[in-house]
């Protein structure tokens, strides 16, 4: 053991904690150091508050050792349900969850439910196929006025030859079915897509002819059946 005979302990024990201005401890922050002078990079206030002068490891065995939001820059404790968002300067601050703009929800044609608060839900109540639900493809009627027949827009067109007629298709899809209603006494030429069944009747102009076309391929393939009015 050193001999503290004419020496002071700040100068003789090295592993000795001192303030670095051999102070006593204040409401001001100072900086330690051991009894040799050399800063340990920590300072203490009489207060209880730590500051470090570099960024270093909180070691902890128990959970009173745990950083907290407290421990953080930020101001409170916050309400139940926030939560701490960067500021960008190295603070943080308390925000509350946003949940959007929604005010309520309504159910629509065919649905059920909705409301203002709590849990909403809707249901899908009335999910049978109807008639009315079919698109125009399906469900309209339409004259022909050009020779363009678009697939998309009517199951059933008419349409009253004036001149030699050659058709064209437009947005035909697999499966698809469609009904030309056609007279005329002149010449009549559907697409070259276009398969006439054997069994059926050639296009006659001195009469009203029903035409069923079904694509079996797209815009590639359809075949049909030509039916004149007795």
Not at 42 to 71: E, F, K, P, R, W
Not at 122 to 137: I, M, Q, R
């Amino acid at each position: 053991m050193a001999t503290l005979t004419g020496n002071k302990i700040k100068d003789t024990y090295t592993s000795l904690i001192k303030f670095s201005d051999n102070g006593s401890a204040d409401g001001t922050l100072q900086l330690l150091s051991d009894g040799a002078g050399n800063s340990i990079g920590i300072s203490v206030d009489n207060s209880g508050n730590i500051s470090s002068s570099a960024v270093g490891t909180l070691v902890g065995t128990t959970s009173s050792n745990v950083v907290n939001a407290t421990m953080l820059d930020v101001s409170g404790n916050g309400t139940s349900g926030q939560y701490l968002i960067s500021d960008g300067d190295g603070s943080f601050s308390w925000q509350t969850l946003s949940a959007g703009d929604i005010t309520g929800v309504t159910a629509g044609t065919g649905l059920s439910g909705g409301g203002t608060s709590g849990d909403v839900t809707l249901s899908l109540a009335d999910d049978g196929v109807t008639y009315a639900k079919l698109g125009a493809e399906f469900t309209t009627s339409a004259a022909l006025s050009g020779t363009s027949v678009d697939w998309a827009t009517a199951t059933t067109f008419t349409k009253t030859l004036g001149a030699d007629t050659t058709l064209t298709f437009a947005n035909v899809s697999t499966g698809m079915q469609i009904n030309l209603v056609i007279s005329g006494n002149y010449t009549l030429t559907l697409p070259s897509s276009v398969k006439e069944l054997t069994n059926a009747s050639t296009y006659d102009g001195s009469g009203e002819n029903l035409i069923s076309i079904v694509s079996t391929n797209g815009n590639t393939e359809q075949f049909a059946t030509i039916n004149k009015v007795a």
